[in-house]
């Protein structure tokens, strides 16, 4: 196997002249302690979301770190069944939103429950390719998304975060091809998954999920691609320390890493959002967070490109 290009994707981030709408937060009161993340798994399964991960962060935050300003700290990863296939077969690289993130949160001495995710346009943005279908499904995926947390949260008022979304000069979407014979392509497949596993640890990262999504692919009929997974990848000391300060940063974490083959060719596509989409969407300015980023980004390339070896 070997790595034949890192593709730079023609999608870069561009200066705003309002604020930030690339993350919807909606907040309700939670006085009563009634209001708990299960509330919002539960009406996303009931709307036709797959809800594999809904984390309790408070417990490796403590355990790692001896403290959180959180309450309540869940990162929750989830797809809807019928428009995230709608999008991967109208472009194979949406499945970095199978799944999707959001974060979930209540600081100690806050009533206010909130709850976090990416906006239609925050993910065109990422990966929408001219004249591609996927814009009306994203749109569709944002107001069913929209729909299910209000349902869940009634009286929950949207809260529009303050701050331009800063320019970054860089591509928003990491793509690696891996030359690959379709021959031997599921058992170089194999290969490949266990390399990037194996080379999580040692560079902070953790594996949230893994979905085979391949699987639905192939009972929904679609013959497309010879295999299509997912991998929820997640550092912890990037997700605490941004946090602290921008708790709506869980709608960027876990990252998916869609990796996938087509039938006919002869390379495999790894593909995920990098962190240029937390630089710009939550215009930071502080070195040291900047700075924790730019490090999971360099590390995560180095492990893929690996597999060049």
């Known amino acids: ?70 309450e309540t700290y869940n990162l929750l990863i ?19 939103f199978v799944p999707f993130s959001m974060g979930i949160w209540q600081k100690k001495g806050d009533k206010s429950f909130s709850v976090a995710f990416l906006s239609a346009d925050a993910m065109r943005r990422i990966v929408t390719r001219k004249g591609d279908g996927t814009e009306v499904l994203f749109a569709k995926l944002e107001a069913a998304t929209r729909k299910a947390v209000e349902h869940a949260l009634p009286g929950a008022k949207e809260i ?3 701050g ?6 860089h591509p928003l979407l990491t793509k690696i091809l891996v030359e690959n014979d379709p021959e031997e392509a599921e058992d170089n497949f194999d290969e490949i998954k266990m390399t990037i596993e194996t080379g999580l640890k040692p560079i902070g990262f953790i594996l949230a999920n893994q979905v085979e999504y391949g699987m639905e692919l192939d009972e929904a009929g679609n ?15 990037v997700i605490y320390n941004i946090a602290a300060e921008h708790p709506e940063a869980g709608a960027f974490a876990p990252c998916t890493l869609a990796m996938y083959q ?27 967070l900047k700075a924790l980023l730019l490090k999971a980004q360099s590390d995560m390339e180095a492990l893929l490109n690996s597999l060049n070896e």
Not at 225 to 234: A, K, Q, R
């Open 1 to 70: 196997m070997k790595i034949i290009k890192l593709m730079a994707v023609l999608l870069i981030a561009v200066a705003s002249l309002h604020a930030s709408a690339d993350i919807i937060v909606y907040t309700a009161d939670n006085s009563k302690g009634k209001i708990t993340p299960k509330v919002i798994e539960e009406a996303l399964k009931k709307s036709g979301y797959v809800v594999p991960v809904n984390r309790d962060m408070n417990g490796p935050f403590m355990k790692q770190f001896q403290k959180s300003s959180f």
């Open 78 to 96: 989830a797809y809807h069944k019928k428009i995230s296939m709608d999008l991967v077969l109208k472009n194979a690289d949406s499945g970095v």
């Open 160 to 162: 529009k975060l303050p």
């Open 164 to 169: 331009e979304r800063a320019k970054v000069d």
């Open 223 to 237: 013959e497309d691609f010879l295999f299509y997974d997912t991998f929820s990848l997640c550092k912890l000391k």
């Open 262 to 288: 087509k039938k006919g060719s002869d390379h495999t596509v790894l593909v995920f959002p990098n962190v240029y989409n937390w630089i710009a969407t939550l215009n930071l300015k502080k070195k040291e």
